[in-house]
């Protein structure tokens, strides 16, 4: 039977759904338009466009990943975060509409024309770093991690924005060799996941993405108790924090960073109503 875009996009939200995907529509729109090279606008002024032999061999390719719940963002290669496109791939966690909260926290405190430095630990595909730096443009930064094969993706996403000229990215363990009070700002999306819990989570999550990115410890909290004193450290007197959390974290995490004599301490909500931005300042 030949396939047309609309077609292929009925028969292509029947699967998931089987599969039990959530959103079925939309992953499979995103699927038909890449396998089809084709885009929205195409699907509903020309539905019965008809797909060639080898996009529709593409299409079944991608559909097959999908029912297997590899996440879209792999199968595509790249995810949409805050303003920018990123190139995404199994060694870094997909950028997730709930780390936004913490950007648009940034952006509210450093506002357009100052210049400043920030610091990114963990900074995988490098979205948060990268959103914030897309929008200030005296700003500069640096972003660490563990892992090289998620520094190449940082690399690669910085060059596609045009940024590689303001953003340094170096492999390292968190702040191990950095000097006191460099930074004005210093966010952080670290592993929070209880251990025992990670078995729990979608295929998408426990199946697919880097464990290194996810396990924070039998009690979900061993980054923070390291970060904690660690970011306060390497803040400029007066600098600000911001560290994504897990949704019953924030009571945990207020505490630790209380105990370093961090002030103005508090947690932002997402866009669900949960616990998700742990923010507070340095003292002068």
């Given at each position: 039977?030949?396939l ?26 995103l ?6 090279d084709a885009?929205?606008?195409?699907i ?30 792999h ?7 805050w303003?920018i ?14 780390t936004?909260?913490?950007?648009e926290?940034?952006?509210r405190q450093?506002p ?21 730096l897309?929008?200030?443009?005296a ?41 006191d ?15 025992a ?7 998408e ?32 007197p007066g ?7 897990g ?38």
């Amino acid at each position: 039977m030949t396939l047309t875009l609309v077609s292929a996009w009925n028969a292509a939200k029947q699967r998931l759904q089987t599969a039990g995907v959530d959103g079925p529509v939309i992953d499979a729109r995103l699927l038909v338009e890449a396998a089809a090279d084709a885009t929205r606008a195409d699907i509903i002024g020309e539905p019965r466009r008809e797909l060639t032999d080898e996009q529709a061999a593409r299409l079944e390719e991608f559909l097959s990943r999908r029912e297997r719940r590899e996440p879209i963002s792999h199968i595509l290669g790249r995810k949409g975060f805050w303003k920018i496109m990123l190139n995404v791939t199994p060694h870094v966690l997909t950028p997730r509409p709930d780390t936004e909260t913490l950007v648009e926290w940034a952006l509210r405190q450093y506002p357009d024309g100052l210049a400043f430095r920030m610091l990114d630990l963990g900074v995988g595909s490098g979205a948060i770093i990268l959103s914030i730096l897309a929008e200030r443009a005296a700003a500069k930064g640096l972003g660490v991690d563990v892992s090289e094969e998620a520094l190449a993706v940082a690399r690669e996403n910085a060059a596609n924005l045009g940024l590689a000229g303001k953003v340094a990215l170096l492999r390292g363990d968190w702040t191990r060799g950095l000097d006191d009070a460099g930074f004005d700002l210093v966010v952080s999306n670290p592993p929070y996941i209880r251990s025992a819990e990670i078995e729990t989570l979608d295929p998408e999550v426990k199946d697919y993405e880097p464990r290194l990115a996810l396990d924070g410890g039998l009690d979900g909290l061993d980054a923070y108790r390291l970060l904690a004193p660690e970011i306060l450290r390497v803040l400029k007197p007066g600098g600000r924090f911001a560290v994504e959390i897990g949704h019953d974290q924030s009571t945990n995490v207020e505490r630790l960073f209380k105990a370093t004599g961090a002030l103005e301490i508090a947690t932002l909500k997402d866009l669900a109503n949960r616990d998700r931005v742990v923010v507070g300042l340095k003292p002068v």
